[in-house]
Each structure stands twice: as C-alpha cells, then as structure tokens.
C-alpha cells in the first residue's frame, strides 16, 4: 500500500540556523502533499500545504519543496527558533472519491540555544 | 470560530470498562477521522467516516467502535476488548487537508 516515510527520525539544529527537514513518499498518484507541526500534549497543526502542479512555495519563514520525480518532499524553515522545536508529520493524498491523507512517522525538530 | 473539539482532555479507564471519547465539528466538513498515537511514534487510523451514518475501519481498528448519526459529530468508544488503549487520542475533520483536535489522552488505571 501506499506509505510515507521520513529519512530521520529526530534533527537537532542550532538556534538561528535554517533546518531542513525530508519526507519520502510512495504513491505516484498523490497530487497534495502537506506539513504539519505537532507541538508536546497538542494536535498536529496545519504549516504548509503543495499541489502537485507546483515545485516550490513559500510562507513566513518556511518553504516546501516537491520533486515529484524522485517522490520527494521537504520543509525548510529559516532562522529556526526555539518554538520551531516540535514533531513535525509529512502527509500526502491523492485525488479520488475516498482518498485519505497518509502521515509519515514524524520527526522531532530539537533547537539548540 | 470554526474548529474540531475534542474532549475530554484527560480520560482514565478501568480494566473492562469501556469509554467514549468525544469529537465535533462546526466545519461543515463530511468527513472525519479517529488516529491513535503513541508515545514517540507516528498516527495511526482507527476509524473513518466519509458521510453520516457511514464509516470504515482503519488500520487497527480492533478494540474500537465508532458511530456517525450526525455531521458534526463523530464519537469513539474504546471497548475493553482493547488490550493496550492507553494513548494519546486525535479526532480529524477533512474537506482538503486535515483540521485536526486538540487530543484526549487515555490511561488505563
């Protein structure tokens, strides 16, 4: 079936420092691709969202990029910050009656003062 | 404000019994979701429900129920034929990309 998955499960950055953070993905037909940031005790929060049509986009301070080519996702997130410390989830869906999201394992953004 | 409420925040469980969890939305969305999480580790589907009065199974939905009679409204019972429910609990809401609540964390006393 189809699957999500991160490279690394945890990535410790300094203070001020811009983080890259990668997500693999296995379904050819997913044309949504989205991140979300859990912080300790809390839901999953929406960050930044990508329509297949699209390599690039960009919010504050973070940016996606897609490579449909190789199914391969990535967060970047700029002058990382303390409150930047959190798990966050990659998570693809495809279009189609019934399509779920499907979340990759999580990885755990850890910030260094 | 539109938003998925979850509650309660915190649920404690004696062996046998069952308890449900307690999930809305004044999104308007169709449909919703149950996830399990557990320590250090990714969300997995229990439940889904695309339309009222409809839902499907999920990735481990065993131990699990689920009911879905209104829109808003899409409640999780933890049965005691869950061995191993203590877990931190996510309600989701969908229309593209996912809203989701604020959690229940279930312990088992």
């Known amino acids: 079936g189809e699957s999500v998955g991160l490279h690394l499960p945890t990535l410790s950055v300094q203070e001020g420092d811009n983080s890259i953070i990668n997500c693999a993905y296995s379904?050819?037909?997913?044309?949504?691709f989205i991140w979300y940031k859990q912080e300790s005790g809390k839901g999953p929060q929406f960050i930044i969202d990508?329509?297949?049509?699209?390599d690039k986009r960009q919010g504050q301070r973070v940016t996606v990029l897609l490579n449909k080519t190789v199914k391969h996702l990535s967060l970047q997130i700029a002058a990382t910050q303390p409150g930047d410390s959190a798990v966050y989830f990659c998570?693809?869906?495809?279009?189609?009656?019934?399509?779920?999201?499907?979340f990759g394992k999580g990885i755990t953004l850890s910030v260094r003062p | 404000d539109g938003g998925i409420t979850q509650s309660p925040k915190y649920l404690f469980r004696k062996e046998g019994q069952n308890v449900t969890l307690s999930c809305e939305q004044n999104?308007?969305?169709?449909?919703m979701y149950w996830y399990r999480q557990d320590p250090g580790q990714g969300l997995r589907l229990i439940y889904y429900s695309q339309i009222v009065n409809d839902f499907q199974k999920g990735d481990i939905a065993e131990g699990y129920s689920v009911s879905r009679e209104k829109k808003e409204s899409f409640p999780l019972t933890v049965t005691s034929a869950q061995k191993n429910p203590t877990a931190f609990y996510l309600c989701a809401s969908s229309w593209r990309g996912y809203t989701f609540g604020s959690g229940t964390r279930l312990t088992v006393v």
């Open positions: 990508i329509r297949s049509n699209m």
């Open positions: 998570a693809d869906q495809s279009t189609g009656a019934n399509s779920k999201l499907t």
């Open positions: 379904n050819s037909a997913s044309d949504y």
């Open positions: 999104l308007n969305h169709d449909a």
